[in-house]
C-alpha cells in the first residue's frame, strides 16, 4: 500500500514551464546620422511598462518573461535628413531550444518623427 501512496505521488509531478530570454534592440543607420530616439516604451517580464526618455543608440535591454506574457516595444523617432534608417527588433529565446524574432523597420524621406512597434504573445 505504502509503494502505491510513493509511487501515485510521483506520477503527479508538474513540469515547470520555459521562460523566455527577451531581448529589445532600437539600431539606426547610417550609424554616424542625425536619427536619434525621442523615447522608448517596452515591457518588462511582470508586464509593467518601462519608459527610458532620449535613450542613446544603439540601445538593448534583457528581461525575463514567463511563457503566457506579451510583450511589446514602441520608439519614437526623430529624423534630421532623408535616408535615415532605425530598427525595432525584439528576440525571444528559450535557452537551449530556439530563438525567434519580430521588427519593425522605418525610413525617412526627409526630416521629421516616426513611430516604430512590435508586439507578441509569448
Do not use: N
Not at 509503494?3 to 527577451?22: D, Q
Not at 539606426?28 to 542625425?34: I, N, R, V
Not at 515591457?43 to 525575463?64: C, H, M, N, R
Not at 518573461?65 to 528576440?91: C, D, E, F, H, M
Amino acid at each position: 500500500m505504502c509503494g502505491a501512496l510513493v509511487l501515485g505521488l510521483a506520477c503527479t509531478i508538474t513540469p515547470s514551464h520555459p521562460t523566455y530570454t527577451v531581448a529589445y534592440h532600437l539600431t539606426k543607420t547610417p550609424e554616424g546620422s542625425g536619427l536619434r530616439c525621442d523615447s522608448l516604451l517596452y515591457q518588462d517580464g511582470q508586464g509593467q511598462l518601462i519608459k527610458v526618455t532620449a535613450p542613446a543608440l544603439p540601445w538593448s535591454v534583457a528581461v525575463s518573461v514567463p511563457v503566457g506574457s506579451s510583450i511589446r516595444a514602441t520608439a519614437w523617432v526623430v529624423a534630421t535628413g532623408g535616408g535615415q534608417t532605425a530598427k525595432l527588433r525584439i528576440t525571444w529565446t528559450i535557452p537551449g531550444v530556439s530563438t525567434a524574432a519580430d521588427s519593425s523597420v522605418g525610413t525617412s524621406s526627409a526630416a521629421g518623427a516616426f513611430t516604430l512597434g512590435v508586439s507578441r504573445l509569448l
